[in-house]
């Protein structure tokens, strides 16, 4: 998160002279495109069957939760207009949320529900840190195209990584809790979501912070030991990605404080997870927390994802050990060599002129083709919560070591 967390740092101060700054620093890859590999679309690229429509939901929790619903849709009766993705960074007071680029979807306005093959498993979508949920709408829109329910939580938390970003470490978690609470009471009361959604039949899939968020939801544990080892041996390496642990070993015991307890734990902290998590997928999920001893602690299946170029949650730090690690009896885990870390957020299709400056990082990737990632990713993701959600045996088989080669793509899995 580095690079990202920099930038948006800087975001700040390009708000108020992007006018003078514009065209000055040069664009990694024109319109947002770069190499070309020539990749064609993969079986579970391409969209599903589903019409999906969109709508805007709100916790009845004091504070309220806002969340963003995916779902399969009825098209009839529906509001007509084309969908736009505002991509969004959470910047706060006095600028609040400020929408950098913005993206065409399909998803429909408010469309009625297409309960005919319903319940649909529920997958909850975690956010990167400070980012917005629409900023993942061509995932979220794509999964629920194959017939999964998709709810992303608006996360409470601002661009401040000094006094937000250990909190969230112990928020996230908790509001994931909070979504399956919302679901499960408006199913038993025969609510809006009853017939919809199956709330014990669900799956956990975030970015960066959310991957954290997914590791933590599946049973992943802090571990105290793991983390200030992890940490020490980064700042005496003078690693790159050690500001992230500046921002929060200090903090660890307002970190245990938050969380309810008396002191910090001397080796694994308490589970946050929910026994109904059927499997998880953490893209560039920041695994550090939880060193080898806590994601033991995982045994549902595992879609680890990340880029080997990503200086924010580096590879080693994320992918890597989750998938190493991880007791699940089926895990997979996808490299997309050399892509960086923000390559997994929405295209831009419209950069707003005050962010012209910074959509080089935001919008494109040094070697990938921003395109041409997202279709991997829908792959990958698609494959493994229809194997795993719904039993589907054509889409295990699509995560099968000797069935996948891509180019630029480093495969392993095991139980597939």
């Known amino acids: 998160m580095l690079s990202h ?40 690229g391409v ?31 529906a509001p007509e207009g084309v969908i736009a993705y505002p991509y969004e960074v959470k910047i706060g007071a006095p600028l609040g949320t400020v929408a950098i680029a913005s993206t065409a979807g399909r998803a429909i306005q408010d469309a009625p529900f297409d309960r005919t093959q319903g319940p649909y498993p529920l997958v909850v979508l975690s956010p990167g840190f400070a980012v917005g949920t629409t900023s993942y709408g061509w995932l979220a829109e794509h999964l629920a195209s194959y017939g999964f329910v998709m709810l992303a939580p608006e996360h409470r938390e601002t661009l401040d990584p000094q006094n937000e970003l250990w909190r969230s470490a112990m928020t996230r978690p908790q509001d994931v809790l909070a979504v399956f609470a919302y679901v499960d009471a408006q199913v038993a009361a025969g609510g809006l979501l ?15 912070y959310g991957g954290y968020t997914a590791l933590a939801a599946a049973g992943a544990q802090i571990d105290t030991i793991s983390f200030t080892t992890h940490c020490q041996e980064a700042v005496r390496t ?44 953490p893209i560039a999920g920041d695994a550090f927390f939880f060193g080898q001893p806590g994601l033991t602690k995982i045994d549902v299946p595992v879609l680890a994802i990340g880029g080997t170029l990503d200086k924010d949650t580096p590879f080693q730090w994320g992918p890597q050990p989750a998938y190493d690690h991880a007791s699940s009896p089926r895990k997979a885990l996808v490299a997309l060599n050399d892509a960086e870390h923000m390559i997994f957020t929405n295209t831009c299709e419209s950069v707003r002129w005050f962010a012209k400056p910074l959509a080089g990082e935001f919008c494109s990737d040094s070697v990938w083709n921003r395109d041409q990632a997202h279709a991997l990713v829908r ?7 229809l194997a ?25 899995a095991r139980g597939y």
């Open 5 to 44: 967390k920099k930038l948006l740092f800087g975001f700040l101060l390009l708000l108020f002279s992007a006018a003078v700054v514009i065209g000055m620093r040069p664009q990694k890859c024109a319109d947002g495109l770069c190499n070309d590999i020539h990749l064609d679309v993969p079986t579970y």
């Open 47 to 77: 969209p599903g069957p589903h019409q999906v429509g969109i709508r805007n939901l709100m916790s009845d929790d004091e504070p309220s939760l806002a969340m963003k619903l995916w779902y399969p849709a009825l098209s009839e009766g």
């Open 388 to 412: 795993e959600l719904k039993q589907d045996t054509e889409a295990a088989a699509e995560l099968a070591p000797d069935g996948v080669a891509f180019p630029n793509v480093t495969y392993e």
């Open 379 to 385: 792959h990958f993701a698609t494959a493994f919560l």
């Open 238 to 281: 003078e690693d790159p990605a050690a500001w992230l642990c500046d921002m929060l070993v200090p903090h660890i015991a307002d970190m245990a404080a938050l969380a309810g307890l008396d002191a910090v734990p001397t080796d694994l902290w308490p589970d946050n997870s929910d026994s109904r998590v059927d499997a998880i997928v």
């Open 194 to 208: 009853a017939g919809l959604v199956d709330p014990e039949v669900t799956a956990v899939i975030g970015h960066s």
